[in-house]
Nanobody, 115 residues
Framework: QVQLVESGGGLVQPGGSLRLSCAAS????????VGWYRQAPGKERELVAS???????NYADSVKGRFAISRDNSKNTVYLQMNSLKPEDTAVYYC?????????WGQGTQVTVSS
């Protein structure tokens, strides 16, 4: 019954950085994996990065080397550090189960990369 809420989006210039947070209402240990997803206008929602309870990470090819997913169990929070941002990273970002959908997509947090 853990709920995940994303935050931290905003406007950033190309080449800039942004860190998103996914806060869990309960222990992250109860979720096998947490994933960050995004949906850009006119495109399907895609998995950007995921992390398991054991710390195994996975990244979409489009963000490898630029994004990093991490977790802080003491704060029950998963982060997505986004560096070297590009305009094509502009999208609404969501967190959810990394292996299966655990909750409705909800509002998400908007990330806009623009000059």
């Amino acid at each position: 019954q853990v709920q995940l809420v994303e935050s931290g989006g905003g406007l950033v210039q190309p080449g800039g950085s942004l860190r998103l947070s996914c806060a869990a209402s309960g222990s992250l240990d109860s979720i096998y994996a947490v994933g960050w997803y995004r949906q850009a206008p006119g495109k399907e929602r895609e998995l950007v990065a995921s992390i398991t309870n054991g710390g195994r990470t996975n990244y979409a090819d489009s963000v490898k080397g630029r994004f990093a997913i991490s977790r802080d169990n003491s704060k029950n929070t998963v982060y997505l550090q986004m560096n070297s941002l590009k305009p094509e990273d502009t999208a609404v970002y969501y967190c959810n189960g990394g292996y299966e959908r655990l909750q409705p997509w909800g509002q998400g947090t908007q990330v806009t990369v623009s000059s």
